[in-house]
């Protein structure tokens, strides 16, 4: 894949993985209207997943669909940041992830608007509104764990130490990062960091909580260096397109 | 996927200059103009798979209607109701004998709520799911502003989850008749 394809791969591959994860809370959440939440969003992620992996496969231009790239590749040749396939953990945990995630994909997706690929800017456009609501969704609960009791306060800074450290890895520039953004296609990712670290500290300001102390960051999963998590994903999400390859219902 | 909007010029044109029949291009266009009238009659009766009081024309599904081709836009990203609705449209075009009209899917611009007719909106009220405002933009979005209760008209009304039941509504109760209704997200 060359590099506008393989941008287009990454995107598509981060709301997907975020998206499965969000979806194992089905029916399991802390409370109904928090069920809908999360399957909402999980919603919205998989329907970003579905535009940018098509896209992907258009470019690339060898015949792989959306479907394709979902559920025909292994583990290694993902191209997700780490944040997202971590594991659910507690409700604390998974919200934390959201934060994090949410905020920067929403000045992501606000900068790739402007993207020289109409393509791009479509998905962007269209995606940009649904993911203020998740950035306002996960605000609201850091908001309400940390500054809510002495256990749900607890559980938020852990849920945060857990996350914390992959957070570097969302505004890291590869050489393919590089070449989408001199293309006019991608963008650039470390000018998001300063508008994020704002958002980020003011939510946790209100929450009364502590930035989690710098970390040193894990990188790879734009490399396909993944953790052991997202195997596991992967057996679940891939399982019927493996054992029953393009069977359709 | 394709990215048009409904000024698209592709298909205005069309008309030829020949001086032996001089009077084919207009009857030509005459057809095409009564075709398109007939497709416009056919999908302002397709209903929304999910909120089926209101047709896809109402909602605003519906951005071009060409003699050849209808473009249609999805409501959110990851709507599950997208491809119920091109295949109700699709059966409802064979159905009236323009099986040759092909179904696009555009997502720029991106919808809004704001393309929901006036008649929509009062359907959506009737149908006991308050309309979202219109060009409220981003303080709805903040729900600052109270939505009005579908039933009894009171504006005493609070916000119970920000997410409903499908990715275009949140759940909200009237605190005046003590009912839970669907509110259109202003989107």
């Known amino acids: ?56 496969g258009e470019i690339e231009g060898k015949g792989r669909d959306g479907d394709k790239l979902a559920f025909h590749r292994d583990v290694m040749d993902f191209t997700n940041c780490l944040l997202v396939e971590q594991p659910n953990g507690d409700f604390a945990q998974t919200i934390a992830r959201q934060f994090l995630f949410s905020h920067y994909q929403e000045l992501l997706f606000a900068a790739l608007m402007a993207s020289k690929d109409a393509r791009f800017a479509a998905i962007a456009a269209k995606a940009v509104k649904e993911v203020t609501y998740h950035a306002t969704l996960a605000s609201d609960w850091v908001v309400r764990l940390g500054d809510g009791t002495e256990e749900s306060r607890a559980r938020m800074v852990e ?38 670290d704002q958002r980020i500290d003011a939510v946790l300001a209100d929450a009364t909580l502590e930035r989690p102390a710098a970390r040193r960051p894990v990188l790879g999963g734009r490399s396909g260096r993944h953790s052991e998590h997202l195997g596991h994903l992967l057996s679940d999400m891939q399982f019927l397109q493996r054992a029953y390859p393009g069977a359709t219902w | 996927m394709v990215i048009e909007d409904r000024t698209s010029p592709r298909h205005t044109g069309g ?159 009237c605190k005046a008749c003590a009912e839970p209704f669907d509110r259109f997200k202003c989107h």
């Open chain 1, 159 to 196: 849920g945060l130490e857990w996350m914390w450290r992959f957070a570097d890895e969302l505004f890291a520039m590869d050489d393919v990062d590089a070449a989408a953004f001199a293309a006019g296609v991608g963008v650039d990712k470390a000018a998001l960091r300063e508008p994020w």
């Open chain 2, 15 to 173: 008309q030829t200059h020949s001086s032996v029949t001089p009077w084919v291009p207009d009857r030509a266009a005459r057809v095409r103009n009564d075709e398109v009238s007939a497709i416009e009659e056919i999908l302002s009766h397709v209903p929304d798979p999910e909120i089926p009081a209101v047709s896809i024309v109402d909602l605003g599904i519906v951005r071009a209607v060409h003699a050849d081709r209808v473009v249609i836009t999805p409501t959110y990203t990851g709507c599950p109701a997208t491809l119920a609705i091109e295949q109700m449209i699709r059966a409802a075009l064979d159905a009236h004998g323009f099986s040759g009209v092909a179904i696009e899917t555009t997502l720029a611009p991106p919808w809004s709520t704001d393309w929901i007719s006036d008649e929509g909106r009062e359907k959506l009220r009737a149908y006991g799911i308050a309309p979202p405002p219109k060009g409220a933009g981003a303080a709805a979005l903040k729900n600052a502003q109270a939505a009005e209760c579908p039933r009894c008209g009171a504006s005493n009304t609070e916000e119970i989850s920000r997410f409903g039941s499908t990715p275009c509504k949140a759940l909200w109760r």
């Open chain 1, 1 to 56: 894949m060359d590099a506008i394809a393989t941008y287009a791969l990454r995107l598509g591959d981060d709301s997907l993985i975020l998206g499965q994860r969000l979806g194992e809370w089905c029916g399991h959440a802390p409370a109904l209207e928090v069920d809908l939440s999360l399957a909402n969003v999980a919603l919205d992620q998989v329907g970003q997943a579905t535009h940018f992996l098509a896209l992907a």
